[in-house]
């Protein structure tokens, strides 16, 4: 899981860092201090959270304003919808305000860890089954290209690449642009997918072999991988690999 904390105090920030390592191990924690840096990450399209813990008073800022922008840059403005947004705070009088931009849980400082524990486990089983409910349904994508509108399949995209306010879908023998942005695409898309670079989103389906600077697709066409992300995904196209050699081998059997 993708873990997001923005809230301007340090000491709180490595608090809930380390009650969160406590409850999950595998999952990779983001630090904000303002609210404006964890606006200027979203629209960067870096990455995405599957749950933000937000403080309500960041210095001269207004957390529930705060995310009212993150839902609106996200487009989507439900708690069922990724990341699960839980307000920490000093200010419990806060709270009617903050559930009215459909935050999913509330925490009060200082955060006691068994009431920390409680609201993180009720958390990750709400992600896991909307994730698990992501994976079983069918993804496709109704897109408008021009004047015309038409389905993508998730699998006959080879990969995704941003080009200024649009993106481009790359298929087999056919590319096709339109405006969308690539977070909310990397959201969409996220089984069996992965973001090699700011500007690339690629189908590990579709993966021929790869190198550190770049991956080869099975259509001929070749994609920048960023030094930074190279490492995460090799771990993220070898556990691929494994589950789909899975299936196989419990056939066989």
């Given amino acids: 899981m993708n873990i997001a904390i923005c809230d301007d105090e340090k000491y709180v920030r490595i608090y809930i860092r380390k009650l969160i390592e ?8 983001f ?6 840096a964890l606006l200027k990450f979203q629209k960067e399209g870096k990455e995405t959270f599957d749950m933000l813990f937000l403080d309500i008073s960041i210095q001269d800022e207004n957390g529930i ?7 609106e840059e996200q487009g989507r403005s439900g708690w069922g919808n990724l990341p699960l947004l839980i307000f920490v705070t000093g200010y419990p009088e806060y709270m009617p305000e903050a559930f009215s931009v459909n935050a999913f849980q509330f925490l ?3 955060v006691k860890e068994e009431e920390f524990e409680r609201v993180f486990t009720q958390a990750s089983r709400e992600c896991r089954s909307f994730l698990a409910k992501q994976r079983t349904s069918s993804k ?20 995704v690449e941003s080009s200024s306010r649009k993106v481009i879908l790359c298929l087999a023998d056919e590319k096709i642009s339109y405006y ?12 069996h997918f992965f973001r090699v670079h700011k500007g690339y989103l690629i189908n590990m389906r579709h993966v021929e072999r790869y190198s550190r600077t ?7 066409d070749s994609v920048l991988i960023s030094k930074y992300k190279y490492q995460d995904f090799v771990k993220a196209y070898l556990s691929y690999i494994r589950c789909e050699m899975q299936p196989a081998a419990a056939s066989s059997r």
């Fill in 180 to 191: 969308d942005k690539m977070s909310v695409l990397e959201e969409k898309l996220r089984e």
């Fill in 65 to 71: 304003d705060v995310a009212k922008q993150f839902r």
């Fill in 214 to 220: 770049e991956v080869k697709m099975r259509n001929g």
């Fill in 108 to 110: 009060v400082k200082p």
């Fill in 140 to 159: 496709e994508l109704l897109i408008r290209s021009g004047k015309s509108t038409r389905k993508i399949q998730e699998h006959e995209i080879y990969y």
């Fill in 31 to 36: 630090e904000f201090s303002s609210g404006e």
């Fill in 22 to 29: 406590k409850q999950e191990k595998d999952c990779q924690i």
